[in-house]
């Protein structure tokens, strides 16, 4: 431990100095080249997060790309500086979106609207972390969304009846089969739902739409809804088996602001 010690001390000295010369330069030099004074010992136990810092540097880079072409769509008479407190922590979670084009495009519009004197306004600071609590998949299905708020979108829940007065327990929960396509895993489409409620970017209306009566049927007999059902023992001696719940969904105000900020190019509001 002393020898490891002693080759820290020995390899990082004028270390210091030479960050903090890169840091008062007029263009601070990027991470991974600056990564590269420390000392043999300490790279090797920080490789991973090397790693991590260079390919958040690319993310920055790209989504740059991207704020650069939506900022051209800009009269340059409405371009504005962004406020600092959307801008500053928007650009410090985008390293952590090195993996996801599309949360590297949410960050984008949200930036490029913080620029744009009709829309900066419509920009909530509470927009950032919103899209931080997101996952690549929630973020695809999002911009599938019928950017209207009297437009609705229908779910479904199913319960399963157990024992001899039976007791109906939930087996699948906010369930839709529309847009799954877009997604990686279609199966958590139900978790997706309950992440933007959470988040209050949509409301749930309890009731059918005679309207949807081919959807509602066509979503009770969906591959996915089959596969969730299987995992829950079916009561014999129960002759309803299952109760369907039909519901619909629809954004919010809250949840179309947010879908005109991050989500389109051009005003929906």
Sequence with gaps: MAEIEKEILDQTKG???????D???????PIGEILGFLPRTIKLALSSWEKWLINGEESLRLTAESIKEKVKLIPEEKLVEPEPYVAIP????????????????????LLASSMDADKKWHVHPSFVDIIK???????????????????????IDIDYGIGKRPVYLSAVTNFTDEHLDVLEHPENIGTYIDNYIRLNLIEVLNGR?????????RMKTHPLVKNLIQFYPVDPSVKEKYIYKYKMFKLTNFGLYFMSVVCYDHDII
Excluded: G
């Design 133 to 155: 609590q997101l996952t690549p998949d929630e973020a695809k299905y999002f911009k599938e969304l019928t950017p209207v708020l009297a437009a609705a979108h229908p779910l």
């Design 23 to 29: 840091a008062l330069s007029p263009v601070v030099k």
């Design 15 to 21: 270390v210091a100095v030479e960050v903090y010369k």
């Design 90 to 109: 928007a650009i410090q979670q985008i390293c952590y979106c090195q993996n996801s084009a599309d949360l590297r495009d949410m960050y984008a519009n």
């Design 209 to 217: 739409l005679s309207a949807m009566d081919k959807v509602y049927n």
